[in-house]
């Protein structure tokens, strides 16, 4: 949490020019994932966070003066950490939903898109979900389709894994009939590594579109604020679209 006596000059700063967090030596504490490619990975030349929420987290705090220092949680791990002060702000894939909405506040929507259904390669088949009907299927845990595809009903088993690369793998070993996984996460890891032994389902049609955002605690209000204004800033000057291009978003 950043502290008091900042927030209590940013107040009067926000009131006075609608502008985010003057300039200081802070640092803002942000939470991603190491397996979220291509929003939040950790770069395995240089042993450092990259991706485009990242790189957008580093260009808010940048409008602001201020520098992100990121923190790599486990995606189940991150709405914990940001309500236990442990850290400021998430920017990693992560939906914005009702249920989340009870217990952290998103910023403005800055992206959006649906899950998307793998295969292994050697599997000819484009499967709509009927037709997995009593098989088991692996799904992201903590992720808002895992918990559509649990409430289905259809399946032996939906599991549940800490990682895309988990599911993969037990995909391509043919542990599981499919995978479900972010739709620009997967396409990007086959493309980079197109020898994984899985492919993607042509026609799959995700059963819901999504859009992320970033994320503050409740008692955070002025930060949250701050955030919106970075962002709008970011689109209006085209910015934030090129953050994205660079991962091919």
């Given at each position: 949490m950043l502290k008091r006596g900042f927030f209590a000059g940013l107040a009067a700063v926000l009131?006075?020019?609608?502008?985010?967090?003057?300039?200081?030596?802070?640092?803002?504490?942000?939470?991603?994932?190491?397996?979220?490619?291509?929003?939040?990975?950790?770069?395995?030349?240089?042993?450092?966070?990259?991706?485009?929420?990242?790189?957008?987290?580093?260009?808010?705090?940048?409008?602001?003066?201020?520098?992100?220092?990121?923190q790599v949680n486990a995606f189940p791990a991150l709405i914990p950490a940001l309500t236990t002060d442990r850290i400021d702000l998430i920017s990693a894939s992560m939906f914005v939903t009702e249920k989340r909405k009870e217990v952290i506040d998103f910023s403005t929507?800055?992206?959006?898109?649906?899950?998307?259904?793998?295969?292994s390669a050697q599997d000819p088949k484009n499967y709509k979900?009927?037709?997995?009907?009593?098989?088991?299927?692996?799904?992201?845990?903590g992720s808002t389709f895992a918990d559509a595809l649990q409430k289905l009903g259809l399946f032996k088993e939906v599991k549940l894994y800490d990682?895309?690369?988990?599911?993969?793998?037990?995909?391509?070993?043919?542990?599981?009939?499919?995978?479900?996984?972010?739709?620009p996460i997967v396409a990007y890891q086959l493309a980079q590594q197109p020898d994984l032994g899985v492919r993607l389902v042509e026609g799959y049609q995700p059963m819901k579109e999504g859009q992320i955002a970033l994320a503050v605690a409740k008692n955070n209000p002025k930060l949250l604020q701050a955030v919106n204004t970075a962002i709008d800033r970011l689109q209006r000057s085209g910015q934030l679209q090129k953050i994205f291009a660079r991962y091919g978003l």
């Open positions: 009131v006075a020019v609608a502008a985010p967090w003057p300039a200081a030596a802070e640092a803002v504490r942000v939470g991603i994932t190491p397996t979220g490619v291509p929003f939040t990975f950790v770069d395995t030349a240089t042993q450092k966070p990259a991706g485009a929420m990242v790189d957008l987290a580093t260009a808010i705090a940048a409008d602001a003066g201020l520098t992100a220092e990121f929507p800055v992206y959006s898109y649906g899950e998307i259904m793998f295969v979900i009927a037709e997995l009907k009593g098989g088991v299927i692996g799904a992201p845990i990682s895309i690369a988990d599911i993969v793998r037990d995909v391509r070993l043919g542990r599981i009939k499919a995978g479900f996984g972010d739709r």
